[in-house]
């Protein structure tokens, strides 16, 4: 039973880094293409983070995670500003 929780298990992984390839591939041609959309999709997961680290920061402070905050809140702002010139279609 244990071995085959193992095979499951790595079958998973390798499927969520196959997703995850395959999705940054895509994101990858898109911008190459100047799509609009995979320009939003850059956005939407650098943003998709914040939350993430600002709760991480409620439960335990670390200077660490509030530059990594700081500096993601940053990117965000910059790509949401320059979102025009940089993903224009």
Known sequence: MDETRQLVDALKRCLKMRGLT???LAEGIGLILLS???GWLVLVESAFFVPVETY?????????VAVILVLNVAIVAYLYRNRERLFRH
């Open 56 to 64: 991480s920061l409620l439960r335990k402070f670390t200077p660490v």
């Open 22 to 24: 395959y999705r940054s």
């Open 36 to 38: 609009r959309v995979a």
